[in-house]
């Protein structure tokens, strides 16, 4: 019984199948029966190869309870779930079970709970959350000391890092991380991790061009009106722009002084974009207003991320003095913009 081999990888119930059946001829050469009080000696994953041990289980994936005086089951819980179990699957000495994937895994019990017609025991054991999703950080263009925040799901217990350097988490939830910028950070990536993996950022720190503020004394260089900052529905961050473009019009944003921003450290333009309703953009860098130089992009009512390396406009892009947003479908339309920034190399 110490050294279970399941031979090969079968279909689940199949599998399920051949493992109870192993049990089972064990439970013929076992004299104690199932009238004694329940017992779980381990927990393993149903996979190929050995049944090892394990303390922390997957939602969604099969799992081997072994112990004796288990035949008499009649609830299984993982976290106060209560999880439904096949009864063909149940020997004396194993319990084929599937966790549900709507087992809770935050602020839970972490006991897998069997009550049977002998008792009730439970058992130390851990459902893990998903990986980390990392949907945004706020500010990108954060300097040593300024307060991040991160925006995802699935932070539990989170191990937080900008490049290679763990970082303290000062607040967290299972959808926010808040934590200070360490030194020397320009250009790293951030990183969430929980026991099941981990999760890293778009966007590098410090290549921000909008992020809730215009960096590098950008602005809107047109008529009062026609571009406003917005306070709700950004992509992340909590501020979003507002282009309001007339047919075939174009809003164009510099910097103050028509200074040139260096690229020579990106490889193309990110931003993301949605309207009040589905239209075309056209994308149009440092003044090269002509059709054939500007880049059209497809705009829905969603968020949509766009990532463009320089090769998308016909021409060297070794620097950036101006940014355009004109409308191509001929209509008065209003764009959303947030997110605007730069792809490392």
């Keep these: 019984m110490k050294n279970i081999k399941i031979k090969y990888l079968l279909p689940f ?19 104690s029966g199932s009238s004694g009080a329940p017992v779980i000696t381990s927990i393993a994953k149903s996979v190929e190869g050995d049944l090892i041990p394990v303390t922390v289980g997957d939602p969604k994936n099969y799992y081997i309870i072994q112990g004796t005086g288990l035949a008499g089951v009649t609830k299984i819980y993982f976290n106060d779930f209560d999880t439904y179990f096949n009864p063909t ?17 935050a602020n839970a019990s972490n006991k897998l709970k069997l009550v049977t017609k002998q008792g009730t025991i439970l058992y130390d ?9 990392l949907d945004s950080y706020n500010p990108i263009n954060a ?7 991160v925006y995802g799901d699935y932070f539990l217990d989170p191990v937080v890092k900008v490049g290679t350097v763990d970082v303290p988490v000062l607040s967290s939830s299972l959808t926010e991380i808040t934590f200070k910028m360490p030194a020397n950070a320009a250009n790293k990536y951030v990183s969430v991790a929980n026991i099941s993996g981990s999760a890293t950022s778009k966007e ?49 944003f510099r910097n103050k002084d028509w200074a040139t921003l260096d690229m020579a450290n990106y ?12 239209g075309k953009v056209a994308v149009i860098l440092n003044g090269n207003w002509s059709d054939p130089d500007s880049k059209v992009i497809e705009v829905t009512t969603q968020w949509k991320e ?18 355009v947003i004109k409308d191509f479908t001929g209509e008065k339309s209003n764009y959303y913009l947030d997110n605007i920034g730069f792809i490392l190399k």
């Design 125 to 133: 054991f851990v459902i893990a959350p998903p990986t980390p999703r």
């Design 204 to 252: 590098a720190v410090g290549t921000a061009l909008f992020d809730d503020v215009w960096y590098n004394d950008w602005m809107f260089d047109g008529p009062e009106g026609k571009v406003t900052l917005e306070s709700s529905g950004a992509a992340q961050g909590k501020v979003m722009i507002k282009s309001i473009n007339d047919g075939w019009s174009g809003n164009q």
């Design 306 to 323: 766009y990532n463009l390396p320089w090769s998308s406009w016909p021409f060297a892009i070794t620097g950036l003095q101006t940014l």
């Design 13 to 31: 119930i199949a599998m399920a199948c051949m493992v109870v059946g192993v049990f089972s001829s064990c439970d013929n050469d076992d004299s």
């Design 89 to 105: 699957l149940v020997t004396d000495t194993a319990i084929f079970v599937l966790i549900d994937e709507k087992t809770p895994f």
């Design 143 to 149: 300097v040593e000391g300024d307060v991040v925040t």
């Design 267 to 278: 490889s193309g333009l990110r931003l993301w974009i949605k309207g009040d309703k589905a």
